[in-house]
């Protein structure tokens, strides 16, 4: 079975651009999460989506925003980048039914200049 | 508020030694525990996990750890390093139902030859 995939995996923007990253869950798995990976703060959690809708959300300005569609991919969307906004992004997906184990993608590497 | 600590931000080991990496939590309620590993430029990837029932979790690669409830830990074990064992480790807790995953701050682990 493949795994996680997500697309791209470098990328190099400048502040103020905004950006879209795309997640493809484990087929069957309808929960996909995204995190943001820094040396500073480590994992944090941005949100989660199950079956298109939002079940999690987490405290990120509205700047970062996701959806996802009825094939379970995913996509995440960063408006306005700030210098800040550079980290690893790395995508999960699980069957979306309780206590049950994230794979994880490589992670999209982004860059703000 | 859930939440994980890894004490030690750094372990050193001797190949062929037990390797001890260690986690706390702080979650009301029945935990599910997890275990995560990261080679450099790399997703995370899961090891075991604890959800309930025996307290001693076997995973991949050898890795092992005790599910504690008296003392809230967590800690990863394996028998007998490897160099190819260095990498970053995460614990994550979660409650059970949908809630989110946090994870701790990870812990670099070194195996020296």
């Known amino acids: 079975k493949a795994g996680v995939t997500q697309t791209p995996r470098y990328l190099i923007k400048t502040r103020g651009q905004q950006v879209t990253l795309s997640c493809s869950p484990i087929?069957?798995?309808?929960?996909v999460s995204w995190y943001q990976q820094t040396p500073g703060q480590g994992l944090q959690f941005l949100f989660e989506y199950f079956s298109e809708t939002q079940r999690n959300k987490g405290n990120f300005p509205g700047r970062f925003s996701g959806r996802q569609f009825s094939n379970s991919r995913s996509e995440m969307n960063v408006s306005t980048l700030e210098l800040g906004d550079s980290a690893l992004y790395l995508c999960?997906?699980?069957?979306?039914?309780?206590?049950?184990?994230?794979?994880f993608g490589p992670g999209t590497r982004l860059l703000v200049l | 508020a859930q939440s994980v600590a890894q004490p030690e931000d750094q372990v050193n080991v001797a190949e062929g030694n037990p390797l001890t990496v260690k986690c706390t939590y702080s979650?009301?309620?029945?935990?599910?525990l997890f275990w995560y590993v990261q080679y450099p430029n790399r997703g995370l990837q899961f090891l075991l996990k604890?959800?309930?029932?025996?307290?001693l979790v076997k995973g991949s690669y050898g890795f092992e750890a005790e599910f504690n409830k008296s003392q809230t830990s967590f800690h990863l074990k394996k028998p007998s390093a490897l160099v190819s064992d260095s990498a970053l480790y995460f614990c994550?807790?979660?409650?059970?139902?949908?809630?989110?995953?946090?994870f701790g701050k990870g812990t670099m682990l070194l195996v020296s030859p």
């Open positions: 979650v009301s309620g029945n935990p599910y």
């Open positions: 604890y959800i309930t029932g025996d307290n």
């Open positions: 994550a807790v979660r409650y059970s139902g949908y809630s989110t995953l946090t």
């Open positions: 999960a997906s699980s069957t979306g039914t309780g206590g049950e184990t994230q794979y």
């Open positions: 087929s069957g798995h309808r929960s």
